[in-house]
Structures are given as structure tokens and as C-alpha cells.
């Protein structure tokens, strides 16, 4: 047994529906370059096709349906008619080639052209079935040309007219009857004129506003994105800063690292010139290059931290990352600070540019150590909630009032004497945890301390949500 598909309503109608869609777009996908007649060419277009068609249908009725006798002049009314059906014919073509101005004007042309010959040849009634024609270039002069193209169409209209209407008054002599009957096709013809001349003064002057508007976007939209290209270049350099300012803060403990360094270094090289024992001068060979490897190591932390380049969003482990932090933490802190510091087992990795999350921290800290000129406690807790990392950085501080707290994370507030603080620390904080969608938090009680809360984003729930939705 074969399958039988079965057209449904429903779908007949979604197929019309979409072939429909493909057919506006393919008339409004014309190579214009002027926005007005981009808008108008559509209309141009259909108007064109009804031009070759209708007059064509029109006579084929005329010709081969209608049981009455031609009159005079019905056969040279046919051939202008159908010459203007050529005409309209290659004015649609010219329209698709983007060549709008040559076709709207070819086609006014040809009428003007073969409207009065045709009265004057057929008379007024023998045009009787062209007359609604006439209408369909009156909108194309409206709408394409503009209101002189318009109003020069009505008076070669009305001059078609008057000499038909005199071609049938020598011919039959109902003087009085056709009369009547040109000036009730007049009067329609006017109505018509004014109607399309306000219709056509309307529309242009709204697409003429929504285009100064457009450009006014287009201006606004400019500005708006060299604003937002500004803030993120004056952000980079303020990231910068604070990390110049975190390497000067850092600056005496790798003095005193250095120092020890070169120590060692000095001890492994006395040693092993004062060895006549090969073993014991490889042995001080390898310490000195131990003692140099921890030098390398330590210089390479200070470029990566104060290196000016775009960050680099990536996944890594940051419990590793807080514990390779731990000896720049404690040369942050004073002599009379004692550091505490706690990372979970089952932290979930992080998506995050490594170098940043590192300034974070220690911009964290060094306030804490601003905040305890006497000494006290740092303490910084690592641990996971769901699937988002957490960091509660605490100290034993001063603390703050409520009222400096609610400002804590402005840019340039600070507290500090003048000279001891830019004020931009904690915004940097806010600004970089916000930015990769997370939150920050602070809680602070005057001569009790502050805790900084560092809530991350749950990167690999959006990253699955982004897979979902592209599916």
C-alpha cells in the first residue's frame, strides 16, 4: 500500500502564504539607489504589469467577446493601446535593470505621446474603454514623478478629451448629450487629480521626515557607539592603572624576594666554589638554577599582571589560580596581618580572563590592608554555591558606615588621605565581576571589618543554554 499525502487547507494556505512572501521580496529586491524611488518601485512595477496586460485583455474582450460592430476609429484606438502595452512591458524590465527614472518617464512619454492622437482618431467614445486606463498614469505621474507631472497629465487628459469630443460632434452632432457626458468624465478625472495630488504631497513628505529621522538615528547611533567605544578604551586603561598600581603596592615584597633569591643564589655559588668535590659543585649548580628558575617564575607573574593587552576569557581552575596567588597576597599585607586563607575541593572551573581575576583579588586586598593600619586578619573563602564560584574576601578593619557603603563601589570614591588612593579599585572589582555576568556584594560594620562577596556566573549553564538555543 502506498502512502497518500493529502493536501490539508491549513497547508495550502501556508504554501500560498510563503509564496507570497518570496514574491514582495523579489519585487522590492531592485537595484534603486534613492530611497523614495526604492519605496515606489513596487507600485511602478505593478502598475507596469497591469499597463501590459490590461489594455491587451481589454481588447481581446473588445475583439473576440463583445457582439457589436467596431466603430470608427476602435481599430486605431487598438493599436495605440497595445502599443502601450509594449511600452509598459519594457518599463517593467527597466525597472528591475534599476533604471526607476528612465521607466517612469518612458511611460508618461508614450502616453503623452499617443493619448490625443488616439482621440483625435477615435473620437471620445471610441476611448470609452481606455478611459479607466487613464487614472493608472495619473498615479504614476502622482506617486514616481511628483505634483507638475500629475497636473500635466489631467490638462492632456482634459485636451484629449475636448478633441474627441469635438471628433464626435462632427461625426454624429449630439452636440448637447456628449457634452454632458465629457464634462462627467472631466469632473471624475479632476476629483481624481486632487485626490492623488494630496495623497502624493502626503506621502512624500512623510518618507521625507522618517528620512531626516533615519538620519537623525543614524547620527545619534553613531555617537552612541563612539561613546561606547570611548568608555571601553577609557576601562582598559583604568584596568591598567589599577594593575600598575597593584604592581607599586607589590613592589618592596618583590624587592625582599629578589633578595632572597639572590641569597641562595650567592650561598649555592660560595659553596660550590669552595668544593673540590664534583658532586657537590653539581649539587650547587642545581640550586643556583632552582634559585634563578623562582626568579624567572616570579619576574613572569609581574609582566603578565602589568602587560597592556585585551583580556582573554578562558577556563581554569581557580583553586590553583588563588594558591599561585598567595605569596603576592601576603606581601600585599603588613607585618601585623595575619592571612587566612581557605579554597574548597569541589569549586566548579571558571570562564574568565585569568590576568583579571587576579587584579580583582588583589585590588581587594590591598584595600583590606588599607583598612587595618594596626594589623589584623585578611581572610579569603573560596567555596561553590550550585554551580557558581564564590570568594568572601574579609577583613578586620575599620569597617564602614552605611553611608560611605552605599558609595563604596563609585569610581573615585574614597576615603583615604589624598595621595593614598585613586578611589577606582572597588568599580574596577564591580566593573569586571558584572561584566562576565556576575555580582558583587558588601557588607561592613563600623570597627568590625568588611566582607567583599564575589559572586562569578555559572559559565557553563549559559554556555549549554547558547548549544540549546542554536539547536
Given amino acids: 500500500m502506498e502512502d497518500k499525502v493529502v493536501a490539508t ?42 499597463l501590459a496586460v490590461l489594455p491587451s485583455a481589454a481588447w481581446c ?25 509594449a511600452i509598459s512591458a519594457l518599463s517593467f524590465v527597466l525597472v528591475r535593470k534599476g533604471r526607476f527614472k528612465a ?20 473620437g471620445f467614445g471610441g476611448q470609452r474603454f481606455e478611459q479607466p486606463v487613464l487614472a493608472i498614469w495619473m498615479a504614476i505621474a502622482a506617486l514616481a514623478v511628483g505634483r507638475t507631472a500629475l497636473w500635466l497629465m489631467f490638462l492632456c487628459i482634459a485636451a484629449a478629451f475636448g478633441l ?60 552612541l557607539t563612539e561613546e561606547m567605544a570611548e568608555r571601553e578604551r577609557t576601562f582598559a586603561q583604568l584596568v591598567q592603572a589599577q594593575k600598575m598600581e597593584a604592581v607599586g603596592r607589590l613592589a618592596s615584597g618583590v624587592a625582599h624576594d629578589f633578595g632572597n633569591v639572590l641569597a641562595v643564589a650567592g650561598g649555592y655559588v660560595r659553596s660550590g666554589l669552595h668544593s673540590g668535590n664534583e658532586a657537590r659543585m653539581r ?20 609582566l603578565s599582571l602589568v602587560r597592556v593587552e585585551e583580556g582573554v576569557e578562558e577556563w581554569f581552575d581557580p583553586g590553583e589560580a588563588l594558591k599561585a596567588l598567595m605569596p603576592m597576597i601576603r606581601q600585599l599585607m603588613g607585618p601585623g596581618v595575619k ?35 594596626d594589623g589584623g586578619g ?35 570614591f574614597t576615603t583615604k588621605p589624598r595621595g593614598q588612593g585613586s578611589g577606582l579599585g572597588l568599580s574596577v572589582v564591580r566593573d569586571l565581576v558584572q561584566r562576565a555576568g556576575g555580582s558583587v556584594n558588601a557588607e561592613s560594620q563600623l570597627g568590625r571589618g568588611t566582607t567583599i562577596s564575589l559572586r562569578f556566573a555559572d559559565a557553563l549553564a549559559e554556555l549549554a543554554e547558547v548549544e540549546t538555543e542554536e539547536r
Avoid at 452632432?173 to 481624481?192: P, Q, R
Wanted: charged fraction near 20%; glycine fraction near 6%; charge should be negative.
Fill in 378 to 412: 585578611f581572610s579569603l573563602r573560596a567555596r561553590r554555591d550550585n554551580d557558581r564560584l564564590v570568594l568572601d574576601l574579609a577583613d578586620t578593619g575599620v569597617g564602614m558606615e552605611g553611608d560611605v557603603l552605599v558609595h563604596a563601589f563609585e569610581p573615585f
Fill in 164 to 223: 474627441g469630443i469635438g471628433v464626435d460632434i462632427g461625426k454624429q452632432g449630439k452636440a448637447v448629450e456628449l457634452l454632458g457626458d465629457a464634462a462627467f468624465s472631466m469632473a471624475i478625472f479632476l476629483m481624481i487629480a486632487v485626490v492623488l495630488d494630496r495623497s502624493s504631497v502626503a506621502l512624500r513628505e512623510s518618507l521625507r521626515e522618517a528620512r531626516a529621522r533615519g538620519d537623525a538615528l543614524d547620527v545619534a547611533n553613531r555617537r
Fill in 103 to 122: 521607466a517612469s518617464h518612458a511611460l508618461l512619454a508614450v502616453f503623452a505621446a499617443t493619448v490625443i492622437p488616439a482621440y483625435l482618431v477615435a
Fill in 61 to 85: 474582450y473588445r475583439a473576440l467577446l463583445v457582439d457589436i460592430p467596431w466603430r470608427p476609429g476602435e481599430v486605431t484606438g487598438m493599436v495605440f493601446g497595445l502599443s502601450v502595452s
Fill in 9 to 50: 487547507p491549513v497547508s495550502v494556505w501556508a504554501w500560498g502564504l510563503q509564496r507570497w512572501r518570496r514574491m514582495q521580496h523579489w519585487v522590492r529586491d531592485v537595484p534603486v539607489a534613492d530611497p523614495v524611488d526604492r519605496r515606489n518601485a513596487p507600485m511602478l512595477q505593478l502598475v507596469s504589469l497591469l
Fill in 283 to 302: 649539587e650547587s649548580l642545581q640550586g643556583v638554577d632552582t634559585a634563578v628558575n623562582r626568579a624567572n617564575l616570579l619576574t613572569r607573574r609581574l
Fill in 339 to 373: 592571612v587566612d586563607v581557605t579554597v574548597a575541593d569541589d569549586l566548579p572551573p571558571l570562564f574568565f580572563d585569568r590576568m583579571q581575576f587576579d587584579l580583582l583579588v588583589l585590588n581587594v586586598a590591598a584595600n583590606a590592608d588599607h583598612a587595618m593600619p
